[in-house]
C-alpha cells in the first residue's frame, strides 16, 4: 500500500491540487474534524450522492409545500391536523394548507383550497381590513376577527392571529384562529338562547311575560301599580341583506346594539316571525315608556356598520302595554303582533301602539 503525505490546510486553502491517491495516510482523518469537514458527506460527493436528507423529505412531500421549511411539514402533520381550531398557511397570498376544522366550517375539502387565492375565501368587503392589519397582525400578534365565504354562501367570522414564517425565497405565514364555540345543547322547549346572538329565546320570553304580567296585577292592590310593555319588531328591509349574504350579522349587530345600550333591566330577546321582542317590566307611567321607546327608535336609526360600510335599517315596531290595552300575557303578545303589521304597511320605518277597541 502506497502512503501519501497530504497537508489537509493546504488543500481546504486552495494552494495544492493532487490527484486522487490509491491510498491515504490516516493520520489525515484525525485533521478532519479540527478543519470542520464532515467526512461522511464528503463520502457521498465522492460517490454521486448529492441529495441531502432535507431534500429528500421535501421532493417526497406533498407539492404545495415546495419551498417552506421542512420541519414546518412535520410539525403540520403532527400538530395541525389534529388541532380544534382553524389554521391556514400562506405562502405569496396562495392557500398551501388548510386543517380539518376549516373544511369543515366553510364546507371545503382541502384539495380544492390549495393553490388558490387567499383572498378567494376571504369576503370581499374584508379585504381592506386584511391588508390594513396584515402588518400588525404579524409584528405584534394582533387579532382581527375575518370573515369567509363558505360554499354554502354564508358569512362566517373568525378570529385570527398571524405568525410569520422565516422563508427567504417566499411570503409566507400561519394564520390560527380560535377555537369555535360548541353548539348550544336543545331542551326540550327548544332553545333557551338564541344560537346566533344569544339573546334569550321567544320561549323563555313568554315565561318572563307571564311573570312580569303576573306580579304587575298583584301590584294593582296596592299603591305601587305598575304596567308592563311589549315591543314587536321587524327589519323590514333585511332580504336586501340577504341578497349580499349580511342578514345574520346585521341581525347580530342590531342584538348587540339593543342589548348594550338599553337598562339591563330591559329583556331583549329573539323573536320568530318577527326578529326581536322586548320586555319593559315594572313601568312606572307613559313617561317611562315613552323614554325606553325613544332609545331603542335611535338605536335603529343609527343602523349598523360593517367594517367601513354604514347600512340603515327599515323597521316597524308594534307595542302593547298590560293592563291599558291588554288583559292578559296572551293579549299582549296577539295585540304587539297586530301593532306591527300596522307599521309594516306603512312601509317606511314606524312605530303603532295598539288600542283597545
Known sequence: MT????????????KKNMAVPEAVDL????????????LQNLENVAMGKTETAAENVVNNADDSWSGLDVKLFDMVNLVFDKADYPIFVVQDDYVVYVNQVVCDVLHINSKAALHHKFLELVYRDDWNLL?????????????????????????????????YLSDIEHFSFILVGDKLKEPKQKNAGGNLYDEDTGLPSFFLFEDRL???????????????????????????NINDFKKLNL???????????????????????????????????????????????RQIKEILERGVSDNFTRHNLVWSIGCSIF???????????????????????????????????
Open 247 to 293: 342578514d345574520e350579522v346585521v341581525i347580530k349587530r342590531i342584538a348587540d346594539n339593543l342589548v348594550f345600550n338599553l337598562p339591563k333591566v330591559v329583556t331583549v330577546s329573539k323573536g320568530l316571525k318577527y326578529h326581536f321582542w322586548i320586555l319593559l317590566d315594572r313601568l312606572k307611567d307613559n313617561f317611562e315608556l315613552d323614554y325606553y321607546i
Open 323 to 357: 293592563p291599558q290595552t291588554s288583559l292578559s300575557a296572551k293579549e299582549v303578545i296577539e295585540h304587539a303582533i297586530a301593532a306591527v303589521r300596522e307599521a309594516q304597511k306603512e312601509k317606511n320605518s314606524s312605530l303603532v301602539m295598539y288600542k283597545r277597541k
Open 210 to 236: 307571564q311573570m312580569a304580567v303576573l306580579a304587575a296585577r298583584e301590584s294593582g292592590e296596592n299603591k305601587n301599580r305598575y304596567g308592563v310593555g311589549v315591543l314587536a319588531i321587524n327589519i323590514d
Open 3 to 14: 502512503n501519501v503525505n497530504v497537508n489537509l490546510a493546504e488543500l481546504l486553502d486552495g
Open 131 to 163: 391588508a390594513n392589519n396584515i402588518g400588525e397582525m404579524l409584528t405584534s400578534h394582533k387579532e382581527v376577527n375575518i370573515r369567509f365565504n363558505d360554499e354554502k354562501n354564508k358569512i362566517l367570522g373568525m378570529n385570527l392571529r398571524a405568525i
Open 27 to 38: 493520520a489525515v482523518l484525525q485533521e478532519a474534524q479540527k478543519y470542520n469537514v464532515d
